[in-house]
């Protein structure tokens, strides 16, 4: 996709008023943002999407919120305080900041770019001839990428897995990558820089304690797992799930909600018994790709992407990743993390978090699998995939937002044709009955085109329209977002046909 259109998406998600700059009359906040009113309901449905599938539909999973504010401890406990950190470089000319390690995966990119080019090339010469297998063995220039991307990738590996900074420079010098600002090749050295805002609490400067901005939601399900345990009496195997704000002090805080510094997670702690974790974790990357095929965006735009290298607490784990307007890009995050941050918690707290299993008598601290998701990457993911710009038959162009039903901000539009005749007092009375069970809206200004026209850019399913044969036989018409079609149905059917498109078992099967 190209820029062009991620600028249009940005346009829209304003216009509309689902998400806008924080704190935009003093020229905004870099990398904080805003809800508006039709943003807030698409992400309270994501929300609900997500905790429904967790909690509800499986028994052995519960949820919880925890507050943002943790004792300090949990964070030299967890391993954020040493190990949160991102390796960071300056160009002196330019005097803008990178993470290293993506100036290197934007050059690695970029040649993966020339080699699907160079692959298409040969494609569309060969036509059905064409092996792309023997191409990349045997062709010089593909060989030469090839091998180049393979040596990048393993350098980089290699440099982030032993944390060495020299040999990110290294790289960064040796294949002359360039500031996309100033153009050049001055950088300083790379430096390891913490992710974690931190604040002071206390009456007094003397007595103040030094707390953190939770980086992830994580910690405080493990910091309430006996809690959990015992007062719910709960058996391993089982999950705790959680959805709250999280903070890091982002660095490259660019694309829009992709990365920001104040963003919520989606995250659930599955707890099981040592050994068994490598099941949980395949079976967890299944339903969790299955949640999302589920909500019927193309499977097409998902993929997994095993790490190479793994977080400080992981013993294995995969992003799912999203076809953003930007390319293929975490969404997800599922990792195996062993029992280190319990076994941690119960280190640095001296409190016995073993738990007691009555199958077989033993006594363990549980290995966790986590599912873990940014709610507002869910957003972009969903936002941009559906906005669609249509030139129609009679050459007009519609903008329309082709939300997956379930998740739309309102469900349907209760449109009278025209204000008179007793139209507006029939669709008033109409959305009153129907406003308690639905999300809807109810619209009479304008034309019925404009109106229309103004629900697709909203994403609306349906518009249902009352108009002068309503009061003759008790019908309205329902017009479908995105076929445009409209079909007559009874007054008294329209409840069921809403109950229909929007029962959640309908979707998450
Ligand atoms: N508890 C594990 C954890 O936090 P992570 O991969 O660092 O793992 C999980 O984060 C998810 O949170 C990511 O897949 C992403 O969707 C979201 N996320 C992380 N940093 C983010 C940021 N700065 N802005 C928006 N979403 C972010």
Redesign the pocket.
């Known amino acids: 996709m190209s820029e062009e259109k991620f600028k249009k998406i940005i346009s829209h998600a304003k216009e509309y008023g689902f998400i806008f700059q924080s704190s935009e009359i003093y020229d905004g906040l870099s990398a904080v943002y805003d809800y508006g009113q039709n943003g807030v309901l698409l992400k309270n449905n994501i929300k609900e999407y997500w905790w429904k599938s967790m909690t509800q539909f499986n028994e052995n999973i519960v949820g919880i919120d925890s507050a943002i504010f943790s004792h300090p401890t949990t964070w030299k406990a967890s391993g954020h305080l040493d190990a949160f950190n991102d390796p960071l470089i300056d160009n002196k000319d330019s005097k803008k900041r990178y993470r290293a390690d993506n100036l290197i995966e934007d050059f690695i990119q970029k040649i993966e770019k020339k080699l699907s080019k160079l692959i298409e090339k040969n494609r569309k010469r060969f036509g059905e001839s064409f092996d792309e297998e023997t191409f990349l063995s045997t062709n010089d220039r593909a060989k030469k990428y090839k091998a180049e991307i393979n040596d990048l990738k393993s350098n980089l590996n290699k440099a982030l897995n032993e944390e060495n900074l020299d040999l990110l420079k290294e790289i960064i010098i040796s294949k002359n990558i360039s500031c996309p600002v100033s153009g050049t090749t001055y950088w300083t050295d790379v430096k390891q820089f913490n992710l974690m805002f931190n604040t002071k609490v206390g009456a007094s400067a003397e007595s103040a304690t030094e707390l953190f901005l939770r ?4 910690q405080g399900i493990f910091l309430n797992y006996l809690n959990v345990q015992k007062t719910g009496r709960m058996k391993i195997p089982f999950g705790i799930a959680q959805i709250g704000k ?1 903070f ?1 002090n ?1 660095i490259i805080a660019r694309q829009f ?5 104040e ?1 919520e ?1 989606m ?1 659930m702690q599955f707890f099981v018994k040592p050994g068994t974790q490598k099941k949980w974790y395949e079976q967890w990357k299944k339903n969790r790709m299955e949640w999302h095929l589920s909500i019927g965006i193309n499977k097409n735009n998902y993929r997994f992407h095993d790490h190479d290298k793994l ?1 400080h607490y992981a013993d294995a784990a995969c ?1 799912i990743e999203f076809n953003f307007p930007f390319g293929f890009k ?4 599922i ?1 195996s993390r062993t029992d280190f941050d319990l076994a941690n918690h119960e280190k640095f707290s001296s409190k016995q978090i073993k738990y007691f299993d009555p199958e077989d008598e033993s006594k363990y601290i549980p290995y966790v699998v ?1 599912t ?3 709610l ?2 869910m957003f972009l993911a969903v936002f941009s995939n559906s906005l669609c710009f249509e030139s129609l038959e009679d050459g007009s162009q519609r903008t329309v937002l082709k939300i997956p039903k379930i998740l739309a901000p309102n469900q349907c539009a209760i449109l009278p044709l025209v204000k008179k005749d007793g139209l507006a007092d029939f669709a008033k009375e109409l959305k009153n009955q129907l406003k308690v069970k639905f999300k809807l809206i109810y619209d009479e200004k304008d034309a019925i085109g404009r109106r229309y026209r103004r629900q697709d850019a909203l994403g609306t399913p349906f518009c249902i329209t009352v108009d002068h044969q309503t009061l003759d036989d008790k019908t309205i018409t329902i017009r479908d977002r995105d076929s445009m079609k409209q079909k007559r149905i009874k007054v008294d059917e329209l409840e069921n046909f809403l109950f229909k498109s929007f029962e959640i078992s309908n979707w998450l099967k």
Do not use: K, N, W
Request: aromatic content about 8%; hydrophobic content about 30%.
């Open positions: 980086p992830e939601t994580a999280a890091r982002e909600i992709f990365r920001m510094r963003f997670q995250e977080a992003d975490e969404l997800e995050g990792h986590e873990s998701i940014g507002d990457r």
